[in-house]
T-cell receptor
Framework: KAGVTQTPRYLIKTRGQQVTLSCSPISGHRSVSWYQQTPGQGLQFLFEYFSETQRNKGNFPGRFSGRQFSNSRSEMNVSTLELGDSALYLC????????????FGPGTRLLVL | GNSVTQMEGPVTLSEEAFLTINCTYTATGYPSLFWYVQYPGEGLQLLLKATKADDKGSNKGFEATYRKETTSFHLEKGSVQVSDSAVYFCAPDGGSYIPTFGRGTSLIVHP
């Protein structure tokens, strides 16, 4: 089985721009979660989508949004980028059942200048 | 809600040393407990898990025992290798469909 894939792997943007990141889950997985990882804050949960619906949400401003398509692929969008948005963005997929293993992609490294 | 406390890093060891990374948690209900590992430049991957009290998860020489009475899930390895250098995350999952990740503990193993 192919693993979780994320595109692009690296991205450079300037303040005020917007960005869209993509995540393709493992085949058959219906849940996709997104995380922001920074040296200062560690791994922080953004949101989780299951069957095209946002099921869980972390404590991030509304500039961060996401969606999930009928094939379970997910996108995450950040509008009006700030310098502090520079981070590694990780997505993880799972079957969507509680207490199941999360399978992570390699991440998208975003640098905001 | 759920929360997890991991020991601060970095933990620096010589090859073949004994490793312990402490993890304690609070969780509603009866959580499953996970350790994930992140090697440099990669995403996280499951290292081991335990789903009920006194279960011992093990993988690649690493072990952790589900201690319900102390709400702990400490990670241990008897003899670390340079290739074990990575960041380790404790993650209880209390049934909210997503685990709660600790801040991660960086392990550096010197030859």
């Amino acid at each position: 089985k192919a693993g979780v894939t994320q595109t692009p792997r690296y991205l450079i943007k300037t303040r005020g721009q917007q960005v869209t990141l993509s995540c393709s889950p493992i085949s058959g997985h219906r849940s996709v979660s997104w995380y922001q990882q920074t040296p200062g804050q560690g791994l922080q949960f953004l949101f989780e989508y299951f069957s095209e619906t946002q099921r869980n949400k972390g404590n991030f401003p509304g500039r961060f949004s996401g969606r999930q398509f009928s094939n379970s692929r997910s996108e995450m969008n950040v509008s009006t980028l700030e310098l502090g948005d520079s981070a590694l963005y990780l997505c993880a997929s799972s079957s969507g059942t509680a207490q199941e293993t999360q399978y992570f992609g390699p991440g998208t490294r975003l640098l905001v200048l | 809600g759920n929360s997890v406390t991991q020991m601060e890093g970095p933990v620096t060891l010589s090859e073949e040393a004994f490793l312990t990374i402490n993890c304690t948690y609070t969780a509603t209900g009866y959580p499953s407990l996970f350790w994930y590992v992140q090697y440099p430049g990669e995403g996280l991957q499951l290292l081991l898990k335990a789903t009920k009290a006194d279960d011992k998860g093990s993988n690649k020489g690493f072990e952790a025992t589900y201690r319900k009475e102390t709400t702990s899930f400490h990670l241990e390895k008897g003899s670390v290798q340079v290739s074990d250098s990575a960041v380790y995350f404790c993650a209880p999952d209390g049934g909210s469909y997503i685990p709660t990740f600790g801040r991660g503990t960086s392990l550096i193993v010197h030859p």
